[in-house]
């Protein structure tokens, strides 16, 4: 059974770092496509990145460009979001989800069940 769970989420000041995880299991990591999603309160879920299941192909929303950071590890079936120099309009629930391919990144088949991102002074 094909699952993903996030961590890593905590409460930080503005400017600070968080580094989101992403592990799989239960299905053949390394031929999915992973994104990272976020829904803030009030606010309809958006993508943030999503990265090729080779990793080599990333891409970004533009709120984050420059900021976060997207990664695999495929002999550890885990993704990772570093996210640098948080704002307060990153605070959300942050997801991970897997899709068959990258072209599918915005549509994908498996979601994980969502980890809070704070970001406070």
């Known amino acids: 059974q094909l699952q993903l769970v996030e961590s890593g989420g905590d409460l930080v000041q503005p400017g600070g770092s968080l580094r989101l995880s992403c592990a799989a299991s239960g299905f053949s990591f390394d031929y999915y496509a992973i994104g990272w999603f976020r829904q803030a309160p009030g606010k309809e879920r958006e993508g943030v990145s999503c990265i090729s299941s080779s990793g080599g192909l990333t891409n970004y929303a533009d709120s984050v460009k420059g900021r976060f950071t997207i990664s695999r590890d495929n002999a550890k079936n885990t993704v990772y979001l570093q996210m640098n120099s948080l704002k307060p309009e990153d605070t959300a629930v942050y997801y991970c989800?897997?899709?068959?391919?990258?072209?599918?990144?915005?549509?994908?088949?498996?979601w994980g069940q969502g980890t809070q991102v704070t970001v406070s002074s």
């Open positions: 989800a897997a899709a068959s391919a990258y072209v599918y990144c915005s549509r994908p088949s498996s």
